[in-house]
């Protein structure tokens, strides 16, 4: 702030010191900032360069070996700097499959296989090989990379000696740009080579993208008394709004499932978990969600949909896909708060999912997140836009235990500094109700901020 002209002073000397103060300012600055104790930088993240590690970043866990898969990475050159792009999963005979996928329009030519061949008949019941690629999205590429998904799956076939059927692929990166086959096809050896059955960090690595940090999960359970493993990896970061987002999800477990158990199984919880979640409310091109089941645990195999022995894992299997899905969201691009928002008293549960996930997609919600403003009346917009069925003289909303409107009008007892201390938390809870019926839904999402704006505007360098 400049000082008032000293008693005395002329207006003409005030304004000539005030013209040096601005002149000489940023030199000012420039000096303070070459004195001033360096601020740590924050680490940079393992996949693209120029990345740092989201705020929100979880560690990722011990997962042990699951009986009847084994692991490989490669650099097969997708990416121009230095980095695994190449993930290999090699399955034991009879290990049973199944998927859900993008209902994106434009469908990846990777997705367009696995569910061609899950789908026909028999599919699901011997896959052998999974191959997941990052740096190419292989979408919108028509029937030249529908050939170069079919040549992959024929090489990796010959290697594992199964049938092209049999291998599940998936790729992730750039919309637009044809699949190299030629680069996968020259690191097969090395992946044979290399299996490893202690390898899920690097696979999580491996398929990461605009990723800050690899994602997974790991739990166990019981079926008749015996111990059965479930793992996951997934990736994403940008481009989440998942109608089953750019989200790959791969879970193994050596439970022995008949591939009608697990569609079942997965297309329940996924509506729950990755369907559950939003960064920027865009829907990619190549989501999946492939689960495996080895059946190497030695438990019994369950073929009814229903059975009453496969309740334990069903929690397990919801535990570990929810726990992937919140880490999609903790490496939203950019993202700086880890935010659930709950609808409650709505007409129907579609309803509910409706309005959070309208409160969750709202650029202007997520904004004043992003600047820690308790900014409610926002909120209000959002629930009102979606002409979803909503008792205006019954709204209230809570940000965490800090009442922001009751009875569809600011509560009397609204203590705006107890609700900015609130929201410098980096994880936040917003509840709605909207006082129409019984039913309620759970979305999570993120804050929206200028970093996502770079990390977008930068993608494709």
Known sequence: MSRPPAPGRSSTGHKIEQALEKALDPLTTALKRATSPATPAAPAAPGKPGLQVSPLAVPFPAIPPIAGVEIA?????????????????????GTTCAGVFTRHKVGSAPVDWCRRHLDAEGGGSDVRALVVN???????????????ARRTASE?????????????LASTGVIGVVLDDRKIAARLHDIEAGL????????????????????????????????????????????IAPDMATMLAFIVT?????????????????RTTFNSVTVDGDTSTNDTCL???????????????GDRRLQDFSRALDKVMLDLAHQLVRDGEGATKFVKITVDGAASPASARKLAKSI?????????????????????????????PVDRDRLAIRFGPHVAAIEGAPSPHYDEAAMSAYMKNAEIDITVDVGSGRASATVWTC??????VEINGDYRS
């Open 156 to 168: 990796v076939a010959k290697r594992f000696g199964c049938r092209q059927r049999d291998v599940m």
């Open 447 to 452: 804050d929206l901020t200028k970093r996502y």
């Open 196 to 239: 490893d059955p202690d390898a899920w960090l690097r696979a999580g690595q491996g398929i990461m993208t605009t990723d800050t940090f690899p994602k997974g999960s790991f739990a166990e359970c019981e079926i008749e008394g015996h111990t059965v493993r479930i793992a996951g990896i997934a990736k994403g970061s940008g481009m």
């Open 254 to 270: 050596d439970a022995c499932i008949h591939p009608n158990v697990l569609r079942a199984m997965l297309g329940l919880h996924v």
């Open 73 to 93: 990475t490669a650099r097969a050159g997708f990416y121009k700097h230095e980095r695994d792009d190449l993930v290999v999963f090699s399955f034991a005979r």
């Open 291 to 305: 689960i495996f089941a080895t059946g190497a645990s030695g438990a019994p195999r369950v073929g009814r949909v």
């Open 134 to 148: 990052a740096g190419c999205a292989n979408a919108f590429t028509g029937k030249a990379g529908a050939d170069a």
């Open 360 to 388: 969750a997609d709202s650029p202007l919600v997520k904004t004043a997140l992003a600047g820690e403003d308790a900014n409610w009346g926002r909120v209000v917009m959002a629930v009102g836009k979606t002409e979803e």
